[in-house]
């Protein structure tokens, strides 16, 4: 029952979360994911370290595709961070090198942690922009 309450709650969050959101959420998946292969590694894990690493070449896949590359200035160099953190979360799997993993969990952290502010930033100028509108 509760199982299906959250899973309501969930798809409810995405269904009516902004874009900006909803590339946070995807972010704080992808750390999520690349945390849980590191924890796999650790424990020597195999199984799991391959479910989660694989999950997360899959996200970084999706923000690779989805990247409008002409949209900004920094685009192209993203697309290329996209490239190297996924040839790099390929190489931790295949080797389970737990600190390659780290290292792909440092900068999935940082990127996370940058559109989140970003995302932040523009709901909180969005906002002042409705309340000056409102005076």
């Known amino acids: 029952m509760m199982t299906n309450a959250r899973a309501t ?3 409810a969050s995405i269904a009516t ?3 900006a959101r909803l590339l946070v959420m995807l972010y704080e998946r992808l750390v999520l994911d690349v945390q849980r292969g590191l924890d796999a590694q650790q424990r020597n894990d195999l199984q799991e370290t391959h479910r989660q690493l694989t999950h997360a070449q899959d996200i970084v896949m999706e923000l690779h595709s989805s990247l409008k590359v002409e949209a900004f200035s920094g685009g192209r160099d993203l ?8 040839s790099r979360l ?4 295949m080797r389970k090198d737990a600190d390659i993993t780290a290292e792909c969990l440092q ?8 559109w989140r502010q970003a995302a932040l930033e523009s709901a ?12």
């Open 9 to 11: 709650y969930m798809d």
């Open 124 to 135: 909180t100028s969005a906002a002042h922009g409705v309340l000056a509108r409102g005076a």
């Open 107 to 114: 900068i999935v952290t940082t990127l996370c942690d940058t």
């Open 17 to 19: 979360a902004s874009p």
């Open 90 to 93: 390929i190489l931790a799997n």
């Open 79 to 86: 697309a290329a961070l996209y490239g190297y953190l996924h």
